[in-house]
């Protein structure tokens, strides 16, 4: 079946500008968590959502950044007068109860920010 | 608070010889410990998975994973690998066995395969 997508797949934003970055979670997924991986390292988790309820927003570096899930499917983050340091791959997982009793996170392809 | 290391940053290894790349962790519980691999410009693929049981798992691509509680460890191995087998490889625990299991990573491994 269909994976994680994210749009779009590459965002150039001049510094200031607002930024808007989409996720479709794999069909059923009730879970979904957004990660921010800055060049060279591994994911840092930004945010995390139960269907539409977000539960989890400690990871979210400002007050500049913004996720919803409004109808408990696509997530959007949105991240406000983009700054240098923002520039990095923004990553979507959903989760779901595996076979093997623990859950499972399933990461999309990531938007690529360059804030210029 | 949790945390994930990777010792080696980069490992260069020849086509068809065997692989292990470490993983060590901080944890006071036993965590949920997975390995992903991310291609240039592709998202994360989970290889394997330790939830609990037995301490050698298998996974996808011929990769497995031991668990070592003693050491704090969970290293994955290969034994031949494959020139596609180049990328990067991510350790990550997660801490609860819930919805809500955000993952923390370590800062990654960088394999290339010589020929």
């Known amino acids: 079946g269909a994976g994680v997508s994210q749009s779009p797949r590459y965002k150039v934003a001049k510094r200031g500008q607002d930024v808007a970055l989409r996720c479709d979670p794999i069909?059923?997924?009730?879970?979904l968590f957004w990660y921010q991986q800055a060049l060279g390292q591994g994911p840092e988790f930004l945010t995390y959502?139960?269907?539409?309820?977000?539960?989890?927003k400690s990871g979210l570096p400002s007050d500049r950044f913004f996720a919803e899930r409004p109808e408990g499917s696509v997530s959007t983050l949105k991240i406000q007068r983009t700054q240098q340091e923002d520039s990095a791959v923004y990553l979507c997982?959903?989760?779901?109860?595996?076979?093997?009793?623990?859950?499972?996170?399933?990461f999309g392809p990531g938007t690529r920010l360059t804030v210029t | 608070a949790q945390s994930v290391t990777q010792p080696d940053i980069h490992i260069t290894v020849s086509e068809g010889a065997s692989l292990e790349l470490r993983c060590n962790y901080s944890y006071g519980a036993t965590p949920y410990l997975f390995w992903y691999v991310q291609s240039p410009g592709q998202g994360l693929q989970l290889l394997l998975k330790?939830?609990?049981?037995?301490?050698l798992v298998q996974g996808i691509k011929g990769f497995e994973a031991e668990f070592k509680r003693s050491q704090s460890s969970f290293n994955l191995r290969k034994p031949s690998v494959h020139w596609s087998d180049a990328a990067e490889y991510f350790c990550a625990v997660g801490l609860t066995n819930n919805a809500g299991n955000m993952l923390t990573f370590g800062g990654g491994t960088r394999l290339m395969v010589k020929p």
């Open positions: 997982a959903s989760s779901f109860r595996s076979g093997a009793g623990g859950y499972e996170q399933y």
């Open positions: 959502f139960q269907n539409e309820a977000q539960l989890d």
């Open positions: 069909s059923g997924h009730v879970s």
């Open positions: 330790y939830f609990s049981g037995d301490t």
